[in-house]
């Protein structure tokens, strides 16, 4: 292995021989007190990989007016003042309605379903929000970022990246996909770091819970196991059914996917509709509303819709964890007009966070991860690995009238929780697809004592014999946890070479990310340095318009990296063909661990909705 040193404690390895893997983060103890949100990180621990959340609440869609402009209100609003606040908006019998569940919380879910019991790592937020995975506040805009070293100039945009960000203390148990979603950017022009900041993005939960000082919605993975789930979903509907709060304009925390089209900038989570977030001129974020596409969607769409590059077209899925059709696929044309919806056969809801495109087909996995609701009234989650399940990939024309032209392909014993890009073999009939395999298959959301491995992996489905093949497109001498990440997007559904992911490892946090070459595995890994941990690589392409691109790997990546000994952060630049640090741009604030994030030109920005 040779390695290259860089400036700032980084340095690139390329991979030629055995490659050492860490093991597991070891978890912490502590307990949360009631606080305030700050910048200012949790002692570490491990944490739950990116992934989406899931509520079983019947989704109701319905007009949604945009939120305030006005600035956020204090967070940790004192229970005294709380319940001054709530009693001038109440009537009698909701105020008698609120005291008497405000009671059965704390006197029977609280102190008899949950305390007694220990926390799975799972849930224990003490263990998912500690170190740099804790929240922050909001940032408005900071100007004129430090930058050290050169920032290309066709480098023009804005790069935005989401996460969970909790705006309240848990009161009961919390997975990381359960924080409210927050959206960093950082504006970039002519060769400068020209602001950054961070925002919540205004959920209708987020706004509601604002405004009555606490929590109120239930935690998706981190409180709806058990029994105490059950209770915690009564107690809920009981508040809903008294006005106590309004589910009607959606649930969802919007904290996973980040894609620009049609002139919007939508910020996703599978439980909701997307989010409409707008860049200002001076680069703050504000959120326009829940985003519906002019009243054609009724339904939760999924966090990772797939924007063809050659149509301008946008593929989304959404599924439904409590009644059929468990899943539906549309698209929309380039103008917003969506498609009729496709119904796909399924015979239990099963978790789906993401699907693949090529030039004619979409491709869908139906994995051994499933929603078993019934689960809970067992004591356990109702998200469950069925190991008689044989998991498999349908493969449908993209526009196809309905599922009677899906083509389905079993691959035994796979889990791809991420996966990124697919293309068409016509000479072979086959659909090949890049992943990563993931083991256990449900070991974000259920404890394991199994080390959790995600293996980047090429499968090949033949849609004429409907047979499969698998292979690891590492070795196993130089295998590593890569997860979180993309190709050149200018190619997504068509054959590539190249991938950028995220080195997992210590899981969950990210040291470093890897360029893999898909065909010979050659591996080239650019690592952030001792005590230095980052998030998904942001394959940026160069623009024609800049100058013609020599390849594929014609362009740079952006990442979020944060100093866990020094407390800072900040985002690299690096080139994408040769791994060499071109740029360093140091952030005014930290910036948590997160999730997925996207790059938004200087000429869409110019064309916002």
Known sequence: MATITTPGSIHIQRQHGRCSTAGRASSNSMRFSTRAVSSVPHAAGAAAAPAPAFLPVPFVPGPDAPSPSGKPAAIGVPKTQQRKEEGKRLNFFQR??????????????????????????????????AGNFAPVGETPPARALPVSGRI?????????RNGANPHFDPVAGHHLFDGDGMVHAVRIRNGAAESYACRFTETARLRQERALGRPMFPKAIGELHGHSGIARLALFYARAACGLVDPSHGTGVANAGLVYFNGRLLAMSEDDLPYQVRVTADGDLETVGRYDFDGQLGCAMIAHPKLDPATGELHALSYDVIKKPYLKYFYFAPDGTKSADVEIPLDQPTMIHDFAITENYVVVPDHQVVFKLQEMLRGGSPVVLDKEKTSRFGVLPKHAADASEMVWVDVPDCFCFHLWN??????????????????????????????????????????????????????????????????????????????????????????????????????????????RFGGEPCFVPMEATAAPPRGEDDGYILSFVHDERAGTSELLVVNAADMRLEATVQLPSRVPYGFHGTFITAGELSSQA
């Open 96 to 129: 008698a309605a609120a005291l008497a569940l405000d009671a059965f919380e704390e006197g029977f879910v609280a102190n008899v379903l949950e305390r007694p019991h220990g926390l799975p790592t799972t849930a224990d937020p003490a263990v998912q929000i």
């Open 152 to 160: 290309p100039p066709f480098i023009n945009g804005v790069y935005a």
């Open 422 to 531: 697919a293309w068409e073999e016509p000479e072979t009939d086959e659909v090949v697809v890049i992943g990563s395999c993931m083991t256990p298959a449900d070991s974000i959301f259920n404890e394991s004592d199994d080390r959790l491995e995600s293996v980047l992996t090429e499968i090949r489905l033949n849609t004429r014999t409907g047979e499969s093949t698998r292979r690891a497109i590492l070795p196993p001498s130089r295998q590593m946890n890569l997860e979180v990440g993309m190709v050149n997007r200018k190619l997504l559904g068509r054959k590539t070479r190249y991938a950028y992911l995220a080195v997992a490892e210590p899981w969950p946090k990210v040291s470093g990310f890897a360029k893999v070459d898909l065909a010979t595995g050659e591996l080239t890994k650019f690592e952030y340095g001792e005590g």
